[in-house]
């Protein structure tokens, strides 16, 4: 029976994936960076991830990795000067602590290395057509750059060994327990106001977590993953108006959207400083995946209907 190491296991998608494998008969173990006495699966405890030896330690049994932990949260702006803690935080997690894990697997004969990247690294925003795997990469912010970073030191350290990388470059995942901005969404959704974003014609690419949980399953097994890249998503783009309109349905709402001018709209963001948030709302992102579904057979069990309608019965439910 394969045994599998998760890092982030005690995130968002760390939760769902430990479940999910393990209803598909695969033996997990978790690195966690506490030590939680409730922890339901078997773990090891990494107090430093920049440290290849704790990671060697990890590994003993392992087969394959699959390496979600990451800082996720953005650097903080105060007056357009940068944190510098921030980006150190970004940069020691994101890379040094993926290049320790890749080097401790490759030492430890582990034979697969999935990591879950991020399409921020192709870039924030597309115009005349979706990202692919082949574009020229174009990170944004240190996010992006940090994720496209590890994503090279992957690819550099398994060069000439006997392990093997897939990476996986998602979309925003939504599905229950979601937090962040879908969470905010929701939040925003639930509210009952009018929202002023019926002007909005954009388009934006989401994948739903189980979605997401099937391809990974996919790339532990499938031989054609070996050393490739996929983008991913549900495949069918929403803009943000039809996001919500399907929110508001699945909670039984009037969708209650008008159209503000967005001039307008991008000055009362850029008022209450969130002009990322604008640029999330009223640009797109969109992603082709033909790639990873002509190489691994994929097709999405659940439609993005679907999805919303999980997610919101979700939210609802923490609601009471």
Known sequence: MIKVLITGASGFIGQALCSFLIEKGIRIKAALRSKQDTYPYEFSVIEDITKRIEWEQALDGVEIVIHLAAQVHGVKRVRYLTLQ??????????????????????????????????????????????????????PEDEYGQSKLQAEEAIKSYCKG???????????LVYGPKVKGNFLDLLNISASKFPLPFAGIHNKRSLIYVENLLDIIYLTLLHPKAKNETFVLCDGQDLSIQELIIQIRKAMALSPHL??????????????????????RLSSSLQVDDQKLRSYVGWQP??????????????FLSEKK
């Open 258 to 279: 008008w159209n503000c001018p967005l001039p307008v709209l991008e000055f009362i963001f850029k008022t209450l400083k969130r002009e990322q948030a604008f640029l």
């Open 85 to 138: 803690q921030d980006v150190f935080n970004i940069f020691d997690i994101n890379v040094a602590g993926t290049k320790a894990l890749v080097q401790a697997s490759c030492n430890k004969g582990i034979k697969h290395f999935i990591y879950l990247s991020s399409i921020k690294v192709n870039g924030e925003i597309t115009h005349s057509k979706p990202f692919i795997e082949k574009d020229i990469l174009c």
């Open 161 to 171: 060994t006997n392990m093997s990388y897939t990476i996986l470059r998602p979309t």
């Open 301 to 314: 069990r659940f439609s993005v209907e679907e999805g919303l309608e999980k997610t919101v019965q979700w």
